[in-house]
């Protein structure tokens, strides 16, 4: 007869009790395949570390499990741990209860028809991640626990299902952003988020306090029935020995995040809700350096759920839930589709994240000196019953190009903005130059987007295609063509001061991209202006400019920019009443991050509008994506306007003189004010430190070349800093943006002399000039 570290069985006694009476006084726990009475022979027990990644077989409930009972140990709890997990994508609207709680029951009804025991869902997703100071408000705090007290009933139709959904909880005065687990119309878990994003477009501080406790727990009082639950940093334990975690959309990109401890513990699945929005190259940085890395690093299985779309604000959130293991992608949802709910499922084998660990000598010592996290003992099992159910394949992950997620990211926003604000299309003045031609392929390209969803979701007769609805009316169209004849409105606005060119480019343009394109002339409208100020002023406007005085040459130019602004509106909210048809149009705006910095623009002219889709995105990105779109998209009427200098043509033209360039006028290269634009922020530099740090940047430009481009470009930046308050609302790509709203806070009113910033790039181009043996560049005193 064998013996084990312990007593021995007496006769009679069944194998397993017997087992689980050495669990507390054994190092080892000895598994067995059947039930056996003593005394008989026994086989070679096989010895097993009861500090594994699932808990020792003695605390397996004593509940019937899968048709197993507690007297028989079966094979299953050893070898058989599969688990299907799903995580979700969903496209919430802040305060949208209603449609938020409409979304997530969907979700959860679509990862059960997949198979799923687990369901992640994204941030705050009962109220909408972009409430902002809403959450300052009862209202918001009880509507989410109305909808919760929802789920929890919905929740007892899926009994195995774990639901990891996100809204606001106050324990006693604090407001914290949670997870909450539940399962079988019971709270698990509540677990608060203790790293906050305030950086960028986030101030999650604002509202909200982190937890400060990590690996403790206490009780909540849950405010619809008398129970309290876990609240805290805690893991569940489920009756099959499954082991999740959780961590929350910032802790992941923290130095410390919580998932190392987390699979130091032995938790099988970490769980992350996050809302995470758009910049142009965030996403490859998000899955290949944060979500795949993280599990290369510790193992384990990583479930990560994103919001999508508009919610709102300026920002749109791509989506790309996903789901890892052990550094292996196995599912993602796609970035900019226009889905309102998305789920993605996997079959995965626990004993995986085992065999990873075990194999990583480092991983175990640390381990075994690390502090434990409280354990939720949770009565319900997820593990598969299907033994024989294979596992899923690992893919590779899909990564946009800059161009290919200009292409998609604004136009999959403006959709989504266009079929929540109720309107029924966009209208854009079209000039001919690059800007306004990028926002035009960016419609363009939202047409077909949406065209080719929607025939995808007519061929599912179960498809509410809530998706593709205006004002209430399915879109109903046949091609990507009668979408964008249907929503979009172009106009070229003529003066005297416009050119035959970008007429054409104008009109070869929206020929090629299908838009309802009109042309009408302001000459009438600008005399009526200006012979008001001359009445009123006595001022004399005859002959060619340049007048005495360049500030009449301004007001002459900036009367036609606005103009133009007040024409856009009024033909959006007539355009559609020509055509017999309901509603008005949103106004689209086109001027770039690049010409906002140095002021290029004239308040109130046609960058004034609803929307701006490039607000945020430098020149050179914009044209990158024409070219694209031109290869691409069968474009062919982009070559010339990508090749055409820009320029504003506000001026006429006069013989022998070279034209109105924009370049020339603000006397910096686009490329030049990127540089410096991407050295202010997020290079957080001021003008001494961007002088400094472009020297060794520029190496073919002498320090006093260097210093004359960084001082005009600062003292154009002070001056027309005020420009920035009104900025219409720009799609977020970039954190270089100016976005007085959010993203870029700092003064409008500047002493722009920067007395004591130039002196010191001075003094360093005088000792520079001193050791080299010259004098200052002519071109340099004569800016000085």
Known sequence: MRTIHGELPTIGQTFPNWMRNQASTSPFALVQPKQILF????PPPVLLPTRLPYPPVAKVSARKHRGLIEETLPSIIMWHRKVCVSVCTLNQWALDFTGNLRRIIKSIELAHSQGAKIRVGPELEIPGYGCQDHFHEMDTEYHSWEVLATLLQSSKKFKEMLIATGMPVRFNTELYNCMIAIQNGEVLLIRPKMKFCDDDVYRESRYFVRWQRPKEVTDFHLPFINKTVPFGDAVLRMADGVMIGFEMCEELWTSRSPHVDLALHGVDIICNGSASHHVLGKSAHRINHLVLASTAK????????????????????????????????????????????????????????????????????????????????????????????????????????????????????????????????????????????????????????????????????????????LAGEEINVNSADELCKKVFFTCYMQSKNSSEQTRTFAQELAKQISSNHLRTEIDETVEAFVAMASSTFGINFSGSPPWEDPRLSLGMQNVQARIRMVTAYLFAQLALYFNKRPGSLLVLGSSNVDESLVGYVTKYDCSAADLNPIGSMMKSDLKAMLRYARDTMGLTALSQIIDAPPTAELLPRIEGQPPQLDEVEIGLTYEEMAEIGQLRKPGCLGPYGTFLKLLPMWHDATPEEVAIKVKRFYRRYGANRHKATILTPAYHAERYSCDDHRND?????????????????DQFVKEHSVQKGVSYAAEYSNEE
Not at 39 to 42: A, H, S, Y
């Open 39 to 42: 005394p008989l022979p026994l």
């Open 745 to 761: 806070h700092r003064p409008f009113l500047y002493n722009g002399s920067w007395e004591w910033q130039f002196k010191k790039i």
């Open 298 to 469: 510790v193992g384990g299985i990583y479930l990560y759920s994103n919001l999508r779309g508009c919610d709102g604000d300026r920002v749109y959130y791509d989506g790309m839930s996903s789901i890892a293991q052990n550094g292996k992608l196995f599912a993602q949802i796609p970035q900019f589709d226009l889905d309102e709910v998305s789920c993605a499922s996997a079959l995965l084998d626990l004993q995986d994240n085992y065999s990873f660990r075990s194999k990583i000598y480092s991983t175990m010592s640390d381990a075994a000196v690390t502090k434990k996290y409280p354990e939720v003992d949770v009565p319900n099992g997820i593990l598969e019953a299907d033994e024989m159910r294979p596992t899923s394949n690992a893919i590779e992950p899909v990564i946009l190009s800059k161009e290919e997620e200009l292409l998609n990211g604004p136009p999959a926003y403006l959709w989504n903005y266009l079929r929540r604000s109720g309107m029924q299309g966009f209208f854009l003045p079209l000039s001919g130059g690059a800007d306004s031609a990028s926002v035009a392929v960016m419609v363009r390209s939202m047409c077909e987007k949406v065209y080719a969803a929607y025939s995808d979701a007519c061929k599912d007769p179960n498809h509410d295609r809530a998706e593709f609805k």
